[in-house]
């Protein structure tokens, strides 16, 4: 019998019934996809959790292995489906070897980028969700690398699955996630969203749902679509301006939805979830770090409930924008601290191994050097 999902297929087979010669990317698959394609096959039902269990629990990369499936379907799998496995070209590893940024290679040569962070307690992964991103952020070097394409669930769940593994030979997990690598994720909901579910999935790599963060530039409507999801992950907002005349300048995206709608946003989301919104704050010397915006952002904040992360930002080449000395950063903390607004001032980490993302891939392909995003 032939499968007859119409799934998207990945390049490059010789499968026997594929008009297009395309592999079924298994990791893009729900369960119940996963069991339809199964069931299209000609097999029962329990197969679908015999290979969940080999995708995402012993974290297989081929069908050879999977012993526990009959030798005929493992061919038949091997010549139509495909393990989305990302190629690392490059892998830099901070000092202390706590953070290691990969350069991942996509199934069509283009490029992302994905950081873990060891900590004591857990093991954090960073993701991109898109190929570059078109929201053009001023200080972003994804953002002003400009749009390619969205990741699939598969490509998404990829990164998380090359980490998974190396860890896994130490006896460790990936224990957080954190949507703040290249793109912006509610530009990219679905995928995302479907990443989201397959990772946390008891029957697979059961993630903590609470362990998961997207950070997002501020889309309203996504952000209402957010809060009413069953699964509740956390919420953070790239804030960066307590007014929309700089916001505008800063994150082109706010002339589109202005601070009145996203905080609206913001609030409905505390509302429904009964969880706390972080914003993310990088401090550019001159231009939103002065006194009298932080008594500004207090105001904004006032009443809810959230936290401040405070950065000072990381300055992309051929950009007039600097980061605040250290002296305007404590002095912005200690004024948002004296008006009730608590906050903490992050240090990147693994900046030494230029860990923001959006930098390696920015110098492999000659456009400006720069970074993106930020790792409490
Ligand atoms: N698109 C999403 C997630 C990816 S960016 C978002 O914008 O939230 C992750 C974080 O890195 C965001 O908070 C973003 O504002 C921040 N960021 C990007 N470039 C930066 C830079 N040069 N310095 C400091 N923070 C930066
Ligand atoms: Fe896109 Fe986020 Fe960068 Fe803005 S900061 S350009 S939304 S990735």
Known sequence: MQPTLGLKRQGGCDEENSTEGQKVA?????????????????????????????????????????????????????????????????????PDELTRKVLFALPDGETIEAVVMLYDRRNTVCLSTQVGCALGCVFCATGQSGFTRNLTAGEIIGQVLHFARALKEGGQRITNIVFMGMGEPLMNYEATWQAIKTLTDSRGYNLGVR?????????????????????????AVSLHA??????????PINRRYPLRELMAACRGYVKRTGRRVTFEYALVQGVNDSRQQAAQLADLLDGLLCHVNLMPLNPIPDSPWQAS????????HQELSNLGIKSTIRLRRGIEIEAGCGQLRSRRDGSPEATNCLFP
């Open 242 to 251: 307590p007014d929309d005349s700089f916001r505008d300048r800063l994150v």
């Open 211 to 235: 362990r998961i963060t997207i950070s997002t530039v501020g889309i309203p409507p996504s952000i209402e679509r957010l809060s009413r999801e069953r699964l509740q992950v956390g919420l």
């Open 325 to 332: 000395s250290k002296k305007r950063v404590r002095r912005f």
């Open 26 to 94: 298994l990791l893009d698959l729900s369960y119940s996809q996963l069991q339809e394609l199964l069931l299209s096959l000609g097999e029962p039902g329990y197969r679908a959790d015999q290979l969940y269990r080999w995708l995402y629990s012993f974290l297989a990369t081929d069908f050879i292995r999977m012993y526990n499936l009959p030798q005929g379907i493992r061919d038949r799998l091997d010549r139509i489906a495909d393990i989305c496995t990302l190629a690392p070209l490059q892998e830099i590893v901070s």
